[in-house]
């Protein structure tokens, strides 16, 4: 079989079925159609609303923004190819898909550090914590995490394109995924899996045990709060950040906690679909439907004074 820089790909993850595909093409859609409503309408109230105008509605405003773009990067070419039955996609198309993929998953990872570290400093250091998180450290905070996750996501696709691969292949998958490239690739792939394996390490191993020193921390320092209004106080300033945090590394795991280059089962390509769409749209959702002063920005937002919280 014939081996090139730039082979003619095909993303055969969803069914040959069109009635399957129709039944895939109405869940994508309302999935895309619900994390676009549920972001937009966030990032309307947060800042609409002066009162919102702090670290951490600020950070969650950023995370609502890449949620928009982490979905739309994978679910437009799902709905086109679910709806025709052709998943035909060039390989500068895959390159770059994959890119942005890459840039803006390592985004929702930053981000949720980033919130889980105001958490700490807001809990565990209430006095200073004006000091802390000024805005210009939140904004050379989440500059930073631009950076990085670009930084990354450049050396993973460039590590990408310098691999041969078939001509003609199918991916198995519903978007272009590293492993079901290194799967296609006739280079040797060894030396490229490891040093992305090392990269997405560091990258997503560091910003997890961030985020559980700091609930560490928030916890103990919750623990001695005397009484249990405080205590409930306190946790609740926490509990969307961590309901988020469990759903969004759940479905890293589920995903992603193998080598690259084996292969992929059913019950793999449905961790897929949760960690491209679900997550991002149940992150929105979270946060308002369980923080009062979302739900309050909301209703005058949307003029619905006479809903109760």
């Not at 770059?96 to 919130?115: C, G, I, R, S, W």
């Not at 992929?264 to 491209?276: C, D, F, I, N, P």
Request: charged share 10%; with cysteine.
């Amino acid at each position: 079989m014939n081996c090139s820089k730039n082979p003619d790909l095909v993303l055969s993850g969803l069914s040959s079925d069109s009635e399957k595909r129709r039944l895939l093409f109405g869940v994508f859609l309302a999935l895309y159609s619900l994390s676009l409503l549920g972001n937009l309408l966030l990032l309307l109230a947060i800042g609409a609303d002066t009162r919102l105008h702090i670290p951490m509605y600020f950070f969650l405003s950023q995370l609502s923004l890449v949620d928009l773009c982490f979905t739309t990067t994978t679910a437009l070419k799902i709905l086109a190819a679910s709806w025709t039955g052709n998943g035909s996609i060039s390989f500068s198309e895959c390159l770059a898909q994959l890119y942005f993929f890459a840039v803006f998953a390592d985004m929702d990872n930053l981000l949720l550090t980033a919130m889980a570290i105001d958490r700490y400093a807001a809990i565990c250091r209430p006095l200073r914590y004006p000091l802390l998180m000024t805005p210009c450290r939140c904004g050379l905070l989440v500059a930073g995490s631009w950076g990085v996750a670009h930084a990354v996501s450049l050396v993973h696709a460039l590590l990408l394109s310098q691999l041969s691969f078939y001509t003609n292949q199918d991916i198995p998958h519903f978007f272009c995924d590293f492993g079901p490239l290194f799967q296609l690739s006739c280079s040797d792939t060894h030396l490229n899996e490891d040093m992305m394996m090392v990269l997405t390490g560091l990258l997503g191993i560091s910003p997890l045990l961030c985020t559980i020193s700091s609930y560490a921390h928030i916890f103990l320092a919750v623990a001695r709060v005397p009484s249990a209004q405080g205590k409930k106080k306190a946790l609740a300033t926490c509990s969307s950040h961590l309901s988020m945090v469990i759903v969004f590394y759940s479905t890293v795991f589920a995903t992603y906690l193998r080598p690259p280059s084996t292969s992929r089962s059913s019950g793999e390509l449905v961790a897929a679909a949760m960690y491209t769409l679900v997550t991002a749209t149940l992150n929105p959702f979270i946060y308002s439907l369980r923080n009062k002063d979302v739900k309050a920005s909301l209703r005058r937002v949307l003029g619905i004074q006479s809903l109760r919280g």
